[in-house]
């Protein structure tokens, strides 16, 4: 299982930035796919989730209303459109798979990950 993150970079608060995540090694289509970050000295939280089918999402609070997922089966791309971003949104950002629908998503349900991208909002 590869994943690769990309699309992160410094930005002043206010701006936005769209990650992106390619996957390989297992069928994209058949998974449900998740963003998390990771600031310095935190856990890893989960940020937002999509469906396989892309018409179903869900958002961590802090990032309703300014983050968006969205995913290309036929890529098998899964992106993260972030406006509006605030210092407090620094992090590590990930992508990840999974086949059940996670009802609370937690970084211990997932087994592998890949480098992440960096994300640093300046005030």
């Known amino acids: 299982v590869q994943l690769m993150e990309s699309g992160g970079g410094l930005v002043q608060a206010g701006g936005s930035l769209r990650l992106s995540c390619t996957v390989s090694g297992y069928t994209f289509s058949s998974r449900h796919m998740y963003w998390f970050r990771q600031a310095p000295g935190k856990e890893r939280e989960f940020v937002a989730q999509i469906l396989t089918t892309g018409g179903d999402t869900k958002y961590a609070d802090f990032a309703k209303g300014r983050f968006t997922i969205s995913r290309d089966n036929t890529m098998n791309m899964v992106y993260l459109q972030m406006n509006g971003l605030k210092p407090d949104d620094t992090a590590v950002y990930y992508c990840?798979?999974?086949?059940?629908?996670?009802?609370?998503?937690?970084?211990?349900?997932?087994?592998?990950w890949g480098q992440g991208t960096q994300v640093t909002v300046s005030s």
């Open positions: 990840n798979g999974h086949t059940l629908y996670l009802a609370t998503p937690e970084s211990a349900d997932f087994r592998f």
